[in-house]
């Protein structure tokens, strides 16, 4: 282990995405989807408006656009099983 974060390091960056990605997995089996992905997806939406009101670079609007699309894609997969479920 490091001494320190290292945000230059895209490893690291790619390294804390996947940590995210697999907590917001766990956090998903605990909440109803049906309550979690509107305030998730409402979320993002307030974090893009919020991103372009600064002047930033186009690779965060990328993350945050990639990041959505994965959280969507979690949603469509939950709802799939739960439709199995029935």
């Not at 490893?11 to 049906?34: C, H, K, N, W």
């Not at 309550?35 to 002047?55: G, K, N, S």
């Amino acid at each position: 282990m490091t001494a320190g974060p290292n945000y230059t390091e895209p490893a690291y960056v790619q390294g804390q995405i996947d940590s995210l990605r697999v907590t917001i997995q766990v956090l998903m089996r605990f909440v109803r989807p049906e309550h979690f992905f509107p305030q998730a997806l409402a979320e993002i939406e307030d974090l893009r408006a919020r991103t372009l009101a600064r002047p930033i670079a186009d690779a965060k609007l990328s993350a945050i656009d990639h990041f959505e699309a994965w959280l969507k894609e979690q949603q469509k997969i939950l709802t799939e099983i739960a439709q199995r479920a029935q």
